[in-house]
Structure formats: C-alpha cells, structure tokens
C-alpha cells in the first residue's frame, strides 16, 4: 500500500483543509516529517489509519477527538485518502461523529460518522461494515497488524520486540494465514476429549449392565455375582458368570413349567363336578320358588276378576257427562264473541287515556320550544366574532413557543459550558499537581546525581599523587583535590529515581494533553454560547446570563399559558355557535309538527268515545244469554267432563289388562312347573363346600408357581440382555480404545503436550519457519546498525516446561560472546532492534507468495537515544531499505536528521490556532 494524496480538514491541529499530496515525495527513499511539539506530525499517519480502519494509530486517541478545536463551525471534518495498492487505485473518504452548524437556525446539530470506498472500478461502497471488510480484504491486515508494521513507534514496536511466544503467535496467525493449524489442533483436541469421553460412557455402561445381574438367593453363583457388581472380575469373567447363570435358570423354569401343567389338569376335574352340582341346586330351589308362585297367582285372579265387573257398572255415566259437554260447545263462539267486544273496548279506553296524556304533553313542550328558539337566537349573536379571537391567541402562542425553544438550547448550552469548565479546572489542577511532583522529582534526581558526580572525582582525587600525571587532565601538580563527600548515593538508587521521574513526567504529559483538549472544548462552547446570548438577550454580563434566561423562559411559560387558557374559551365558543346555528332550525320544525299534532289528537279521542259506547251495549246483551263469564270457564267445564269420561275407560281397561296377564302368568307358572321337575329327577345333591376348599388350595399353588417361573423367567431375560450388551459395548470399547490411541499421540504432537518436551504446538513450529527468517532479515541491518555488536536469536530451549515457547527472543552480543534477553537493551539498543524486527517482518510479509505489499512505512520518535555513531548506522540501514521502491517517513525532532534527510514534510503552528504543513521535495 502507497498513499497517493491525503486530504485532511478540520481534523486534529489542523483547523482548515490541507492536502499531503505523495507522489511529491517519490516513490522511494527517505523523508523527514518535522515541526514544532504539537503540531500534528503524527497526526498524518493518524489520519491514514483512520482513513482505512475508523480508527486512530494509537489506543491514547480517540475518535471523538479528531474534530478541531480550532476550526470553524461551518468548516466539515472529514479524511480522504488516495492510495495505490498492487497497481490499482483506490480513494477513501470518513468522517467522525462531531457536533456542526445547523442548516437552519443558529444551533448546532449532530453529524453522524460516514464513510465512502470508490474501487478501481469505479463502484462505490458507503456501508461502514462492508468498507472495513472490503479495506481488509484488499490490504490482507487489521488495524492492529497495520500499526505494528507500517509505524514504527518508540514503545509501540518494543512490544513486539519482547512480547513472549503466547502474544507472537496471535500477531503470526493473521500475518502468515497459520490459523489452520491451530484449528487442525483444536480438532484433535476436541477429538481426543469426545473419544474420553465416549471411552468413559462404555466402561460405566458396562458397569451398569454388570450392577443389573439377577440371581436367585439359593443360588450356588451368588458370590460370584457379588463380585462381579463390586468390580472384582474381568469383564471376560462376567460374561461366563451369565452364561452360567442362564443355563441353571432355564433349567429351573422347565421344572416349573411341568408343575404348573400337572395341577391345571387336576383344577378342570375339580370345575366340572363343582358346576354340575351348582346346576342341581339352582334347579331344586326354581321349583321349590315356582311352587309358592302358582299360589299366589291363583288368588290374584279371582280378586281380578271380581275388580273388572264393578268397573263395567259405571258406563250409563259416561252418556250423561258427553251431553253436558256438547250443549256446552255450541255456545263456545258467543263467548269468542264477547272476548274480542270487551278486549276492544279496552283498547279504546286506553287510547283516548294516552291521547289525552300526548295533548297535554304537546301543549307544554311547545312553550319550552318557544322560550329556547328567543333564547338561542339571542346567544347566537353575542358568539359572531369567536373565530377571529382565535386565530389571533394562537398566532401569538406559537411567537412565544418559538422564543422558547431557542431560550431552553441556549440555558443546556450555559449548563453545558458550565460543566465542561468544571472539568477543565480539575483537569488543570491535576496537571499543576502532576507538574509540582514532576519537579519535586526532579530536583531530588538532580541533587543526588550531582553528588554522584561528585562522588565519582573525590574517588579519583584519592588515587593522585604529586609528580604524577592525572588521568582525566594529565596535570603532574595537585594542588586541590576534589573531597569525596559523604552520604553518596548508590547507581541502583539513581536509577530507581530516574524511572520515577519518567513517569511523573509522562503522567504530566497525558495530564497536559488532557486539561489543553478540555480548554479548547471550553472556548469553543463559549464561543458559540456567547453569540447565543448576543442573539437572544443582547449585549448582557455573562453572569447574570442564566437568570435573565430562566427568567424569560418563566415568562413566557407564564404568557403561553394564559392563551392556551383563551384558545380553549374560544375554542368552546365557537363549538357553541356552530351547535346553535345547526339547532335553531330542528327547534322550530318540531314547533310546527307539534302544532299540527294537536288537532290531529282531538280528532282521534273523539272518535275511539264513540266507538265505546257502542260496545258497551253490545257486551251488556251477550252475558245475558251466556252461562259462564267466560270461554275459559266453559273449556274447563267440558274439560273437567272429558277427563272423568277418560278415567272410567281407562279403569275399565287397567281392570281387564290385570286380568288376562295374571291368567297368563298362572299358564307359564304351570309350565315352568313340569320343566323343573324334569331337571331334578333321578339326580343327587353334591357336597359344594369341600370341593370349592380343594379347588381353593390348587388355586394357591399355582400363584405360587406361576410367580416363581415368572421371577425366573425375568432374570433369564435381563441376565441375556445384560450379557448381550456387555459383549457389544467390549467390543466397541477395543475399537475405540485403539482409535483413542493414536489420536492421543498425534493431538499431544500437535498440541505441544509431549511429557518432557518443550511446549511447542504444531501451529508455533510453522511460525518458527517465518520468525527465523524475519530474524535474518533483521540481523542484515541490525548488524549495520549496531557495528557488528548485536544479532539477534531466537531461544531454542524454553525458559519453564509450564508456558508455551518456540518464539522467544534472545540477542547476541559478540563483544563478549554472551547469549542474553532482548529485555536486557538499553533504550536506544531497543530501538535499533525494534527497527530491525520492524523492517526485517516487512521484508518477510512482502516476499511471500501472495503476501501483503506494503511500500511505505513510517518511523516515530525513538532517534533521540542514540548517539552520533548509531544514528549513523540507522540512517545507512533504513537508506538501503528506502532504496528498494519503499517509501519511508521519518517522524523526528533530531536536528542532525535535517541536514541528512533533503525530502522533508514540515509541520508549524499557527499563531492564531491550528496548524499548517508544506512538503519540501
């Protein structure tokens, strides 16, 4: 990957738009990025990882950083980047998430993050999660790998350089695709635990199918089968004990089988004689029973008899209730008559009654009508100018809305501002706190080293003597020694302290960073609050700013209460009119139609009078002539004859039915009579109870044998069932025992879990491969770079047989022919080593077959801890490197690398804010 041209605005120091255009630079070589503390050097590589990845370089920045503090507020924040990667071109463009002027209005309003990748093809992609895929896709690494090789940074890369086998291997497995093979370890591992786990389920299996042996107590076998349960006999063992088990079983059942056939025999002897005699008894008792029925039926039938004659003596009272009820039934339709005369009559009484009631109703519901038509009517024209007042009350609510709204932005925007003060005051607090114990720090470091320094001349002043030439100046005369002083501190001392004064400072640093970036937020709020305040309540002490504003904002609360309260008045008012003017209409045609129905009820009562007194003579006349009130009466009359008539039929009826079914029951008692003498001539009775006590006692023996043979039956099936599965789970026991054998050693293989070897997995021995051949790589300038003193090695034996290893690293120092930790290198050594590996990774990744091509790289920092002779050495190595189509930038504020570096990009700030770059080529 080579970028191109990058387009920056309003993002970080730089409050405007710049562009870095590349291609100025060449396509190879060195160049220098330089420029004052702060200015925003590392922020162009920044914005190129931002660029690809959404994300920043380091993990100290974030992405809601990068927004300007110094640009304007119309001024957008974005990040494009033209970049050519394996001949083709492609352009990015993203932007954060960031607060922007309002399109409308003079508030502020959100910017979502965005993102747009044009392929070479010219096809656009805007989906953040289908651009990082894309990005991935096309450059072959993270953001993470990303960072590790294109910028060098001093810390960042000496992770790298010491980071132990477990974090190497993670950084490998996506650099050289080994992912497969740790998934090739995970399978057999897996592999190997289901096979355990299936080995282990047989076993307990067949322990379960053993614990299931049945044996019977009296069993010469069942020590053995104790045994067995407790696991004191082979599974081999087992499996003759069943077979034993079995055979004296099934010889068990045979005998109880033959028992139990010998007393069915004698059981169906027994039922038939007790059948036999049940037979004889139930006959002798039918007749004995039938004896007793012919008696009694015998006197019933003459008592029958004699019933049935008085009830024929009642049939001449037939003749005279059928009469009655006929002369009855033809006066039946004079009483329909007088039904209907008196029914109408009435109908018409209640008539005239409700026709009166509706008369004296309409007479009363026209004076109200009358009073409410001059009542509305008056009403209606009090209500004409409803309408206007309303749309007057609302136009001056939504006024006063309006001014609300922008009153209630501004008081979040003060509270706002007010917090971020609040945080900024801590911030700088924090920082002059971290700042006093910095230099506190300091002086103490100072003083002692001062005394060190001290202490280091009275030692050499206690070895002069006079005539003899000093060591440092070559003086043969003394004439003031230097005197050693007391209370001297130690090195270890020294260097304790110097570490504390590192951190302090860096905690300075980030406390600096922090209460600088909060500021600029603070300003930038105030900024746009104060304009708020201009617009809305004019030229105001900021102080009294938000009590003026919540007092306004009261107001108008108050203000637009009052004319929600008026609007609603007018509202009802104008409710009010439309329901009169729709109701004084109806009102006055229901005056009219209850005028007209007045005369029409007058009319209709004078008629139905009438009509009554017509029908009252006529119903006089009929119950003159009539018997009974009523048809009611007359059909209860005939009825009441009717059901007597009915009465005597059905008693003469019952009578003779009683008669012939007592006269045919006698004939069957009789016939009955010679059936059962037959069944129990000639036969004699048998003694019940005594053969029902040995049919009892058969009966018992068979339960008994017939549970023993189904116990014994029982334990034959489970005891082959047992048997059958024990030889089935053995056998795939074997199998997989042998499978679990082999993919045992070949898991521990891969796995790296060979007893008393070091742990190396099959995925680390193939990054092995890769590192010895980026540490080659490395060793070629490493070796340039240190004066021959250093190459690195990587550790061929592991440290501990606990962790995993193969990716250790160890350097040689040939000055003294000693094998030590890379974490044993001074500062400035560990930067040379970090670059080596740095660039010794690229060259590796670049020559590999379909690899990943990157052809810049960025170096920050880190050149300040050498002295002249290693930068030299640094220089000549990342020459050689840069002279191969590789573009390399260095970040740095060394002077003595502006004199060598021609190609420079330099950073400045401006004095009004923000920052400013120019490329020198």
Not at 824 to 840: N, P, T
Request: hydrophobic share 35%; aromatic share 4%; net charge neutral.
């Amino acid at each position: 990957m080579r970028p191109i041209k990058l387009t920056l605005s309003a993002f970080g120091p730089y409050a405007g738009k710049i562009e870095f255009d590349f291609d100025k630079l060449g396509t190879g070589g060195l160049y220098l990025i330089t420029g004052d503390t702060g200015a925003g050097k590392t922020t162009i590589f920044d914005a190129i990882t931002y660029a690809l990845y959404g994300d920043p370089s380091g993990n100290n920045r974030e992405v809601s950083m990068f927004r300007s503090k110094y640009a304007d507020i119309k001024t957008p924040t974005f990040v494009r980047l033209v970049f050519n990667y394996k001949g083709k071109e492609y352009t990015i463009e993203r932007n954060p998430e960031y607060e922007r002027a309002a399109q409308r209005g003079s508030g502020l309003t959100k910017q979502t993050a965005g993102v747009e990748l044009i392929l070479p093809d010219g096809k656009p992609l805007t989906k953040t999660k289908e651009v990082d895929n894309a990005i991935n896709n096309i450059i072959g690494i993270n953001r993470e790998q990303f960072c590790q090789i294109a910028m060098i940074a001093q810390g960042d890369f000496l992770k790298l350089l010491i980071s132990p086998t477990k974090d190497r291997i993670e950084i490998f497995r996506h650099i050289f695709k080994t992912k497969l093979y740790s998934d090739l370890q995970d399978r057999l591992k897996s592999e190997l635990s289901v096979l355990n786990n299936d080995c282990s389920k047989i076993k307990q299996s067949i322990s379960q199918y053993i614990s299931g042996i049945n044996c019977s107590d009296s069993s010469l076998l069942s020590l053995d089968v104790t045994k067995a349960k407790k696991g004191d006999l082979p599974t081999d063992e087992c499996i003759l004990l069943i077979e034993n088990l079995l055979s004296e079983d099934t010889l068990a059942e045979k005998k109880a089988d033959n028992a139990i056939t010998e007393i069915e025999k004698q059981l169906d002897i027994l039922k038939i004689n007790i059948e036999r005699g049940k037979t004889y008894l139930r006959a002798k008792q039918d007749f004995d029973q039938n004896e007793i029925n012919i008696s009694k039926l015998t006197e019933e039938m003459l008592s029958l008899t004699k019933a049935l004659e008085e009830e024929q003596k009642k049939n001449s009272l037939q003749n005279d209730l059928a009469k009655a009820s006929a002369a009855i039934e033809a006066q039946l339709l004079e009483y329909d008559e007088l039904s209907q005369k008196e029914s109408a009559f009435k109908n018409n009484a209640l008539n005239i009654e409700k026709n009166n009631a509706a008369l004296t109703k309409n007479n009363k519901e026209i004076e109200v009508l009358k009073a409410q038509i001059e009542s509305l009517t008056e009403e209606s024209k009090t209500l004409q100018k409803s309408g206007e007042q309303k749309i007057l009350f609302a136009n001056q609510k939504a006024l006063h809305k309006e001014s609300l709204s922008k009153l209630d932005t501004l008081l979040k925007s003060m509270e706002n501002l007010k917090k971020i003060d609040a945080q900024y005051k801590d911030a700088a607090k924090k920082y002059e706190a971290k700042k006093a114990a910095a230099n506190e720090i300091k002086i103490s470091y100072d003083l002692k080293y001062d005394l060190y320094l001290d202490a280091q001349a009275g030692i050499l002043a206690e070895t002069l003597v006079d005539n003899m030439p000093c060591p440092v100046c070559g003086s043969t005369s003394h004439p003031q020694k230097a005197i050693k002083p007391t209370d001297v501190p130690k090195k270890d001392e020294l260097d304790i302290l110097k570490a504390k004064l590192a951190k302090a400072d860096d905690e300075k640093t980030e406390a600096n960073k922090e209460s600088a970036k909060l500021k600029g937020m603070r300003e930038e709020k105030k900024d746009s609050t104060v304009s708020s305040i201009k617009e809305l309540l004019g030229d105001i002490d900021m102080n009294n700013a938000t009590y003026i504003t919540k007092a306004k904002i009261n107001e108008l609360e108050s203000n637009i209460a009052v004319l929600d309260q008026k609007i609603q008045a007018e509202e009802k008012n104008i409710a009010r009119k439309e329901y009169i003017e729709n109701e004084l209409p109806k009102s006055r045609t229901k005056l009219e139609d209850l005028q007209k129905g007045i005369t029409s009820i007058s009319n209709e009562i004078s008629a139905l009078s009438s009509k009554n007194d017509s029908l009252n003579a006529e119903i006089i006349d009929l119950k003159s002539k009539l018997r009974f009130s009523s048809r009611l009466e007359a059909n209860n009359e005939i009825q009441k004859n009717n059901a007597m008539i009915s009465k005597i039929k059905r008693d003469i009826e019952l009578a003779s039915e009683r008669e012939k079914e007592c006269s045919v029951n006698l004939a069957s008692a009789k016939t009955r009579r010679e059936e059962l003498f037959k069944q129990i001539e000639g036969k004699q009775e048998i003694d019940l109870e005594a053969e029902n006590n040995n049919l009892s006692e058969l009966e018992r023996n068979k339960i008994q044998l017939d549970k023993k043979k189904q116990n014994i039956h029982s334990r034959i099936v489970n005891n082959r069932s047992n048997c059958d599965n024990i030889k089935q789970k053995s056998s795939e026991l074997i199998a997989i025992e042998k499978k679990y054998t082999w993919v045992k050693a070949l898991s521990d293989t891969a796995n790296g879990n060979i007893t008393g070897k070091d742990k190396i997995m099959l995925e680390t021995y193939i990054q092995m491969h890769y590192f010895d051949r980026i540490i080659s790589r490395a060793n070629t300038r490493l070796m340039i770079m240190t004066g021959g003193q250093y190459d690195l090695i990587r550790r061929e034996e592991a440290l501990s047989k606990v962790g995993q290893s193969g990716l250790d690293l160890d350097v040689i120092d040939h000055y003294n022919g000693t094998t030590r930790s890379v974490k044993s290198l001074s500062g400035g050594e560990s930067f040379k080593a970090s670059l080596a590996l740095a660039l010794g990774l690229s060259d590796e990744i670049q020559s590999s077959a379909g690899g990943i091509q990157l052809d810049t790289m960025f170096i920050d920092e880190g050149f300040g801890s050498l002295d002249e002779d290693s930068l030299s050495q640094a220089m000549n190595a990342l020459a050689s490197l840069a002279s191969s189509n590789k573009l390399i930038g260095i970040i740095s504020h060394v002077g003595e690398l502006k004199q060598k570096i021609d190609k420079q990009i330099v950073v400045k700030k401006n004095k009004t804010g923000g920052s400013k770059a120019d490329i020198i080529a």
